[in-house]
């Protein structure tokens, strides 16, 4: 055990920086602290490639963080992986509404997954926030879809499902939708983790977080 850090912080900085020596890409200074969680999150210096920032992500992110927009997740694995104390200091919260009574009936009316209809039934609530998809390639798609009536469109849409069945086809789509600012990590690798790190990477950002 002698070999090994225990010092938490000191594990971080670490990390962070043989991350940093070894990225291929150039990008600007908030980006990559953004490039640099989902690294770290995924352990996997090979996902840089993947990963897509539009270019007025960050600025439309943390302009409505700093407004005290809420975040929207898809799952509540995505939700739970939110640093929900540094969001509430900006006036914000994290939401999942899967726990919604009205759900097993409409999703079976409507013939839709329950992401979907949870998104469906509340599509209100996605004007001006940050939605953060981790699990669900349908949930995705039915993001863009209501994204489509500037009523019900997000501020910034983290699109990262993970699967084999529709979460490549899913981010695709999203990464071609440029009038809508997004992160993503393209291709079939994704899940709730990197999600919730690419929210925590922006509120640490408008908190002032350095690590």
Known sequence: MNNFLTDPAQIERDSMSFIHQNLQRVWNAQELKVVERLIHTSGDLGLEPAIAIHERAIEVGLHALNQG?????????????????????????????LGDPRIPQKAAEWGLTRTMTALRLNKERLRGAIVAVGNAPTALIEVLELAQDPEYRPALIIGIPVGFVGAKESKDLLWQKQEFPSITVLGTRG??????????????LAVGRTL
């Open 69 to 97: 927009a809420s975040v929207i997740t898809d799952v509540e694995m995505v939700r739970a992986g939110i640093a929900k104390k540094a969001l509430a200091e900006l006036g914000g919260s994290a939401e999942c509404f």
């Open 191 to 204: 899940g709730s983790p990197l999600a919730a790190t690419v929210v925590n990477a922006l509120i640490y």
